[in-house]
Structures are given as structure tokens and as C-alpha cells.
DNA sequence: TCCGTTACGTCAGCCTTATTGACATATCTC
DNA sequence: GAGATATGTCAATAAGGCTGACGTAACGGA
């Protein structure tokens, strides 16, 4: 446009007390991120997967007789962006789909004794870090930090998240 | 190939106790950051921006006078990806670029008005859903949770990120 | 002053992951 | 039997990342 480029203030001369202290927050956030999901990474491009086929690959293997719908819910995407990733899982043999009992048209997954294995190794990769990350700042923090990311969910979804993460297991199916 | 689709048996069954107990973070992390990421989206496609325009936008505010090779490190892309939409916000007057003082190959990155109230106002947004998480479970989880994410970053990066996020301020440059 | 290195920009092609919209099929439920 | 539900699929598109190669300008030391 015409553009009027004027240069902003030094940023700590507008920003109120509330936003302020909120860059620290969101920096740590994404720093964190940035690094704890780049582990894996090595190992998934041995076998052709990416990071959405890791999130696939992880939540079947938590909750083994997962539906797509639920896994559609957890993952927030398409469930065209899913069907790509989850056919190739199935194609190379990591996940199994069967025809649910009560319901027959949902389709259950669970993963192969080779998908565990390799949802597994994957977990013990960032499993490395997240304990080498409680060596340095105590079990307390990790306790703390569970409670303070569990606060950042919608609301809406945090009992789901709480079944999911605190009571998960075997469920339905075969 | 042959596919011996045995199925797995319970994760339960086989996880030692340290992969086990990764899991609450591993996937809490997940969640936090896929709600937490979220937020910013309507609002940056209001401007026919993404995620990748939000993430060099806050940290050009935050630091303004960011070099680009700097801006790689923090967000370890590639020259060419970050070009493309460094490029966008420079053409629609949300950064401005100035030829370095002290060494005239670098061009240091300033936010302009326009981009410094966009940055804000998606801070703001995060904010939000920051405070509302610190009513939930109180500033000590906050500054645990601080801890915490700063010890998942890797090592080698922890005191460059250090500086980054309580040390900055105005930098070199006009 | 020359030369190697550094900082940055760019062209070209490709991959992954996501999107929207439309439509098909099987199954459940009333 | 009819409508709703769960899933699969085709097609087109976009965002965001990658590699590789090459060009230019500026720094910095011998």
C-alpha cells in the first residue's frame, strides 16, 4: 500500500503489565515444543512417516480400539488429512482396523506389535528428555507443569483430555 | 510386507514404569499447545496470514533490530522458508528491513506500527487464555511450569533462549 | 589490495500436512 | 423403510516446510 512505515516504540514502553507477562509464556511454550517434537523425527523418516503419522501412531496406541471419530476429535483435523496418514499406517502394517462389535460401522484401530514397538521407542525418546528436564528442575515443577498445561486446554475439553491422559487403557472391541 | 497383523497386547502390560510415566506430559503438551496455537488463527487470517507469519512477527517485536540469521536459529527453518513469508510481511508494512550499522550485510528487522499492534493484539489473545489458566491453578504452577519448559529446551540452546526471553529489550541497529 | 568467508536473496522443484466440497456406502435407529 | 450416523474417497487447493544451486554485497585478514 502506500506505506507509511513508521517504526514502533520499544516494545516495553506500550505494553501493559498483563501482556508483558505473558512472553514469557508463550516463548517457553514454543521453544519447548520446538525441541520436544523434533526428537523423533530421525526415526520417523527411516520409515517414511512424518509427524502426523507419530500423533496417529501415539493415540492408538494409548487408547487401542479407538474410533476415527474420536480420533478426529483429539487431533482437530480433517478426517481426509487423517485417512492419508492412517491408510499408510495400515498399508506398512503398524495399525489394524477392525469392524466394531456393538457398532459395525466404526472402524477400531490398534496397533500391530510393530506399531507398539514403534510408538514405543518414540515415547522413550521424548521420555529421555522429558527426565533429563526433571533432573534439572525437580518432580515438583513436573507436577506443577502437568496442572498448568492442563489449565491451558479449552475448557470444554478438558475432562475428555483428563479420560484420555489419566484413564486411559484397553477399551472396547475384540 | 507378509503382514503378521498380531494384534498387541495392553500397553500396560508391557511399559516400564519410566515410559509410563512420560506419557501425562507427552500428551498434555500436546493438547496445551494445539489449543494454545489456536487461538491467533482467526485473527491471522483476517490479514491472509498464518502461523508461520505469527511466529516471525512476535519474535521481530519482541527483539526488534533481529538479524535474519538470528530469526533462523530461533525458528530453525530454512533461508528459503522464512523468506517467503518474511517477504509477505514486509510487502503489506507489518516489518521493516534496514541495512546493518555496524556490518552493512546484515538487515536487521524492525517491527512497524501497524506490526507491532498486530503482535500485540495475538499476545493479547494468548494472554488471555494464559490468565484464565493461572486463576485455575495459581501463579506457583506458572513459574513451576516456567521451569519446567525451559529445562525441555535442549541444552545447548538454553542460555541463548535465557537472554531471549528475560533479557530482551532493544537491540544495535539505528 | 586481493581473496576467502559471511550474510543474505532468489530461482526451481518437491514433499508433507492441512483445507474445502462433493459424493458413496454401510449400518444404526426409529 | 427412512433418516441419521460413521466412515471412505475423489479432486482441487493452500500453507509451510525442504534441498540444491547460484548470485551479490560486504567484511576481514594476509
Given at each position: 500500500m502506500s506505506g507509511a512505515l513508521a517504526e514502533a516504540p520499544?516494545?516495553?514502553?506500550?505494553?501493559?503489565?498483563?501482556?508483558?507477562?505473558?512472553?514469557?509464556?508463550i516463548e517457553l511454550l514454543f521453544f519447548a515444543y520446538r525441541d520436544f517434537v523434533s526428537d523423533p523425527d530421525r526415526i520417523l523418516t527411516d520409515y517414511g512417516f512424518g509427524r502426523a503419522h507419530h500423533r496417529v501412531l501415539h493415540f492408538v496406541n494409548r487408547q487401542p480400539g479407538l474410533t476415527i471419530a474420536e480420533l478426529l476429535d483429539i487431533l482437530r483435523i480433517t478426517k481426509q488429512s487423517l485417512n492419508r496418514v492412517l491408510k499408510e499406517l495400515v498399508e506398512k502394517g503398524f495399525v489394524e482396523?477392525?469392524?466394531g462389535v456393538q457398532d459395525r460401522r466404526q472402524r477400531?484401530?490398534?496397533?500391530t506389535v510393530k506399531g507398539r514397538d514403534l510408538?514405543?521407542?518414540?515415547?522413550?525418546?521424548?521420555?529421555?528428555?522429558?527426565?533429563?528436564?526433571?533432573?534439572?528442575?525437580?518432580?515438583?515443577?513436573?507436577?506443577?507443569?502437568?496442572?498448568?498445561l492442563f489449565a491451558m486446554i479449552d475448557e470444554n475439553d478438558r475432562d475428555h483430555v483428563a479420560r484420555l491422559?489419566?484413564?486411559a487403557g484397553q477399551r472396547k472391541g475384540q
Open positions: 520499544p516494545a516495553a514502553a506500550i505494553d501493559s503489565v498483563e501482556t508483558q507477562s505473558c512472553f514469557d509464556v482396523q477392525r469392524t477400531l484401530l490398534f496397533p510408538a514405543l521407542a518414540l515415547s522413550r525418546l521424548q521420555g529421555e528428555r522429558i527426565r533429563r528436564a526433571i533432573e534439572r528442575c525437580g518432580e515438583d515443577d513436573r507436577q506443577a507443569a502437568l496442572r498448568f491422559v489419566y484413564g
